[in-house]
């Protein structure tokens, strides 16, 4: 027996090392000579695996009760010298809490180490992105805002707007007019495209497990919320958007403030796609203690305005249409619906409550 829990001790260091003392002191019940094999490394051994995998409270209180025995319960023979064996359990209790220190300390240097490395990357991330934003999205923003002046100036001209015969004049307006429009397309779509790398580099990493008030979660849909807000205005877009709680903010873990986040993103990629050039844009982030509900409501561009309430059918459907199924398997709904040229969507995305176990921004700052 007492060969067998040595064997699977490293496995279950606690549970083993308790059995080997109960066999130590019951293997005389068993056979008359038990105590013969019950050796003092034995006895060691577990004492130590108990202080290394234990706490100092444990080692304390079996040092203790080591002390009572060999004095007062158990004295040893005349051959054995209580202060010797004393020593010899002390030193053994005190190496299990010095590798059990060692261990946390190294656990914690790495640990450190691997957070440092995290925060450099974000801060080089940020950077790079900070860098592709000033070098790119300005020109593009300025060149869509061109684009949609000549689209306008032309759509808006006397001649065009008559209803006369077309002349040559006219023909050739209504051609320029169609490749601005293509120009301001494509434009539009690479600068979404931009900002998707900008948003994947400056990713917040901080919503982990451990954001038991919801602020982490609530701080990031905020910044998302008011970078969306301010690409929408440059690109000529009215919006107002509104971020509520309403009972307290939700604590989300990792994958679902993920999920809301990249959902959020493509909310905003679509205005800057698909809604009416200078329009009215309303988004509401409603924030539950178990839930969180978005919605949106704005006009369409002509071209897509005729379409019917299936948001698959639209232009850029297949992201919403990803999201739908990803929030239908974490129990939630995503409606969208086009009627008379506007364009209404609305999430709900249940939340569970986490644990309080400290999450990366916490262990960062500790």
Known sequence: MLVAVLVVSPLFPKSMSVAIIVIAYAGDLFTSYASSGNSLPTHL???????????????????TYYIATILLISPPGPGTNPVSMISMYAMVLLLGRALSWSEKT????????????????????????DAIHDAVTGDLSAAAFVAQRHVAGVSGSPSAAAGGPVSAADAADAADAEDWRQINEYILFALTNVHRVIDELNMDATVLPGDADGEALANLLRATMNDGDRRLRKLGFEITSIRHCAGGKPSASRETAELVNNLLREIYANIARHAAPGSKVDLSVMLRPNAIEITQINPMKEGIAGADGHDNELPGGHGLASFKKQLESHQGTLTASAQDGSWTLFAYIPVTVIDDSPGLFEQVQA
């Open 45 to 63: 051994y577990a004492y130590g695996m108990l202080a290394y995998s234990t706490n100092v409270i444990i080692a304390a209180a079996l040092f």
């Open 106 to 129: 190294t656990r914690k240097r790495f640990e450190a180490a691997q957070n440092k490395n995290r925060l450099q990357e974000l801060e080089s991330r940020a950077r790079i992105a």
